[in-house]
């Protein structure tokens, strides 16, 4: 018989990748993780200082993954001794009736009442707002960077600069062909990013990659720090537009969660001047009085799917490989979580609460 070289073998160490390395290896699991790319990358996803967290989501079939969510975001903050989560409340902005709900949150019609809440936030006239008091900002590079030296601290090997040239199932399990050699393992868990349909085939119906641009402005303004400013968003048809308050002294960020399809084997375009122009205006208009000079233009990639759903489970012609494409926009915040839900189904602890995300769902 082949010898094994791991248990589990995890393809990617973005954020749910890395978070599944540390979950596994935590529980003494034997795991190799490799990554295309060197540490700290900016070709994927899951990089940039900060990301926004929030329980406001627009049906309840979330809340218990949200939960698991902020649970493992504190665990990881007392294991690793680093403040990674700050919390600033959310006011989140629509036309007409709001789909946004979650434990603790609440629908404010007053804009007097939004001003009193988020005074910095300049709420366009005539819109509702969810505000969701536990919503706040995650200290994006350095919660990767903990995931990756805790699952290190347990017995995973992170191997970097490791191109994936596809998989196969066999007897004893799977065998994962990389520029570097075979590796050999039980279970293969597959969390690729961007690079998911190339991976997992049959996936690549249901995503698309999309270019998504953010500008962040000089930190220490007052009005884009808690308590005036928290994470926000303006539900608009052009796309939502998305604000992350300078906690921490990271800057105000703000993007728009719309962008054109990207091939991400091409490395992603920065902001054009042109671009830049548009991302300062919609800082002027919902941040107003903020110096919305920036201090950073970024691109990154979003991998979308039509209803912004995750596609998390085991493969239909090779129940040994677990897939993970937890994004369409809203995946970092749930990096823990996913870690821990892809351990479990990697060794054979049934996840049925997952049955709104899963792979069977989508008849994969």
Known sequence: ???????????????????????????????????????????????????????????????????????????????????????????????????LQGPGCMVVDDPSHMSDLMPGFGVPAGYRAVYDPEAGVLEASQAVAALQRSAEAD????????????????????????????LRARRLVIAGGSWMGALVPELAPLLEVWRILTVTVAPGQAIGMPPSLGAFS????????????????????????????????????????????????????????????????AACLYTMTADKRFVIGPLRRAPEVVVASACSGHGFKFGPAVGEALADLATGVDREDLDFISTSRREL
């Not at 627009?58 to 700050?86: I, K, M, Q, Y």
């Not at 995973?156 to 066999?170: D, K, N, S």
């Not at 993007?255 to 091939?263: C, F, L, M, N, P």
Request: glycine share 12%.
């Open 1 to 99: 018989m082949t010898a094994l070289d791991a248990d589990v073998i995890v393809v990617g160490l973005g954020v749910h990748g890395s978070a599944t390395a540390a979950a596994l290896a935590r529980r003494g699991v034997a795991v190799i993780a490799v990554d295309r790319f060197a540490p700290a990358h900016t070709r994927g996803s899951s990089h940039g200082r900060t990301r926004m967290i929030r329980r406001a989501y627009p049906n309840p079939v979330w809340n218990d993954f949200v939960s698991r969510a902020f649970a493992g975001w504190s665990e990881l903050e007392r294991e690793s001794g680093l403040t990674l989560l700050h919390r600033t409340g959310g006011l989140y902005a629509h036309r007409g009736e709001s789909q």
């Open 155 to 182: 017995g995973a090997e992170l191997r970097w600069e490791t191109r994936v040239e596809g998989w196969e199932r066999v007897p004893s399990g799977i065998v994962l062909r990389t520029d570097a050699g075979d």
């Open 234 to 297: 303006v539900d608009r048809a052009e796309g939502l537009v998305f604000g992350i308050p300078d906690a921490a002294a990271n800057g105000v960020k703000l993007g728009v969660d719309a962008g054109e399809i990207w091939d991400p084997e091409t490395q992603v375009a920065p902001p054009t001047a042109a671009e830049a122009g548009v991302l300062r205006s919609l800082l002027d208009t919902y941040v107003p009085g903020l110096d919305s000079t920036p201090v950073e233009l």
